[in-house]
């Protein structure tokens, strides 16, 4: 795994604005112990965060809610990122 | 740093470099070498850091085993004498899209090693992504860069 990203991020160019640009090379790959691969969450990850976020908040609601709320606002994740996602859960069980 | 990023053919989005650099605090853990040792036997390091780091972070089981694997065998290498272990015991790039734990991980690692009397010092690199930025990193512009 840690090869296959390394082979995509290889000579990889990064823009910053303004016209500057840096060129991952393979020097600098080198120098990294791993390169570490961090997938997206899926529905389930969602679920669990949602229910511990909630948790911190000190409300108790059932994981039945939970799930339902994460249900409600799964798209809101895809598209705006956990977040987001987590703001909107909060908001709706903070004005319940 | 906000990487975006365009690869060959295909364009896509590193949303987040996250380069951990991990450097033991030279005045408290290495006073001396005699005293060194002394430290280790104190308290000697329990790589328990995967089972902490899967309690805070959602989801990303792999690439905590990932970075437990090479902190254990960097931390070998140190203790057998590599001088660039004993400097930098690793570096990692945390790849993936926003949201999904990359930062969480960093926070996760940088307060497990602060149990073992490590410092860490957080540089967020996003807030440096011009280069008028880097300048408050170094308190004062450097000669012959012009504004």
């Given at each position: 795994m840690d ?6 991020l ?10 500057r640009?840096?060129r991952?090379t393979p020097?600098f790959l080198s ?14 990850d969602?679920?669990e965060i949602?229910?511990r976020e909630?948790r911190?908040?000190g409300?108790?609601i059932s994981?039945?809610t939970?799930?339902?709320?994460t249900q409600k606002?799964?798209?809101v ?5 956990v977040?987001y996602f987590?703001?909107?859960?909060q908001?709706?069980v903070?004005?319940q | 740093?906000?990487?975006l990023?365009?690869?060959?053919g295909?364009?896509f989005t590193?949303e987040?470099?996250q380069?951990t ?11 001396s070498t005699n ?5 280790k ?14 309690r805070?972070v959602v989801?990303?089981d792999?690439?905590?085993?990932t ?6 065998a960097n931390?070998k290498?140190?203790d ?12 990692f790039?945390f790849v993936?899209p926003t949201g999904v734990?990359k930062?969480?991980?960093?926070k996760?690692l940088?307060?497990w090693?602060?149990?073992y ?6 540089i967020?690199?996003n807030?440096?992504?011009d ?8 308190l004062e512009r450097?000669?012959?860069?012009r504004?």
């Amino acid at each position: 795994m840690d090869t296959a990203v390394r082979k995509t991020l290889g000579g990889a160019k990064i823009s910053f604005g303004g016209g500057r640009t840096f060129r991952i090379t393979p020097e600098f790959l080198s120098r990294i112990d791993a390169v570490i691969p961090f997938r997206s969450l899926g529905f389930e990850d969602l679920v669990e965060i949602a229910n511990r976020e909630i948790r911190g908040l000190g409300v108790n609601i059932s994981y039945e809610t939970v799930y339902e709320l994460t249900q409600k606002y799964y798209p809101v994740a895809r598209e705006y990122g956990v977040r987001y996602f987590l703001k909107k859960i909060q908001e709706d069980v903070l004005t319940q | 740093m906000n990487l975006l990023g365009k690869a060959m053919g295909y364009s896509f989005t590193f949303e987040d470099e996250q380069k951990t650099m991990v450097q033991g605090s030279q005045s408290e853990t290495v006073p001396s070498t005699n005293h060194k040792e002394e430290v280790k036997a104190d308290k000697p390091i329990v790589w328990n850091f995967a089972d902490y780091a899967k309690r805070v972070v959602v989801g990303q089981d792999h690439a905590i085993e990932t970075i437990q694997k090479v902190l254990i065998a960097n931390s070998k290498l140190a203790d057998l004498g590599n001088p660039r272990r004993q400097r930098i015991l690793a570096s990692f790039l945390f790849v993936g899209p926003t949201g999904v734990g990359k930062t969480e991980t960093a926070k996760a690692l940088a307060g497990w090693l602060k149990d073992y009397g490590y410092d860490y010092l957080r540089i967020d690199a996003n807030q440096f992504s011009d280069r008028e930025a880097v300048w408050t990193l170094r308190l004062e512009r450097p000669l012959g860069v012009r504004r």
